[in-house]
């Protein structure tokens, strides 16, 4: 019986992908980039800007860190307002709240994550919100952080939700299960190579299995 419920924040609860997206290309227009194509910005939505711009672009940590100081630029003045919920999503909480434990843990940093989850209304749902904040550059961090702020809840009444590998690799480093969602900004086939413990299409799909999970 699941009691305790992480959820990721970008491609999870919210479609924040326009603004990431937008952010990286003029990070990397100002660099002198050329315009990159869609598919590879996708990649950025979900994992830490810092693995990112190191992984997917081959540049230095100094090069990263300038792309980031760039990056965040454009998203603090224009790309956090691109961040609707998922429908459905503010019905789920609200309902899944009443049953378990809820909190938020994202790559994003934490006072990102609080504003959007405060211009969408649903901030007060979450026992708990915890992003990167620069000390924790790994999902497996974050959720580490999230658990110690919900005060060490046993390992089998926790799940990790999320769109992204990093996800379901944050939640194996502390031995939880995860539900992989399919309506984010993973790549075919990405949370099943992960080893998701369960995948789900839909928000609707989504309240169902958690609601599931904490009558079992």
């Known amino acids: 019986m699941k009691r305790y419920f992480l959820f990721d924040l970008d491609g999870t609860l919210t479609d924040t992908g326009s603004g990431i997206m937008g952010s990286v290309a003029h990070a990397l227009a100002r660099l002198g ?5 869609a598919d590879f910005l996708r990649q950025f939505v979900g994992p830490p800007l810092e693995e990112s711009f190191q992984n997917f672009c081959q540049m230095s940590p100094a090069e990263a860190a300038e792309a980031i100081r760039l990056y965040r630029e454009r998203y603090h003045a224009w790309g956090v307002f691109q961040s609707p919920l998922y429908p459905g999503v503010e019905g789920l909480l609200e309902r899944l709240s009443q049953k378990a434990a809820l909190a938020v843990a994202t790559s994003k940093r934490k006072a990102g994550a609080r504003q959007i989850l405060a211009m969408r209304g649903v901030e007060g749902y979450f026992q708990a919100v915890v992003g990167d904040d620069g000390t924790r550059p790994s999902k497996a961090a974050v959720v580490g952080e999230a658990l110690a702020q919900l005060e ?7 799940v990790m939700i999320g769109d992204r590998s990093y996800d379901v ?13 399919l309506y984010g900004y993973s790549a075919p086939g990405e949370l099943a190579a992960a080893g998701a413990s369960r995948l789900v299409g839909s928000v609707a799909e989504l309240e169902a299995l958690c609601r599931k999970l904490t009558e079992a």
């Open 33 to 37: 980039w050329p315009e990159p194509e």
């Open 152 to 158: 060490e809840p046993p390992r089998e009444q926790v």
């Open 169 to 181: 690799a944050g939640a194996k480093a502390w031995g939880l299960e995860s539900i992989g969602v």
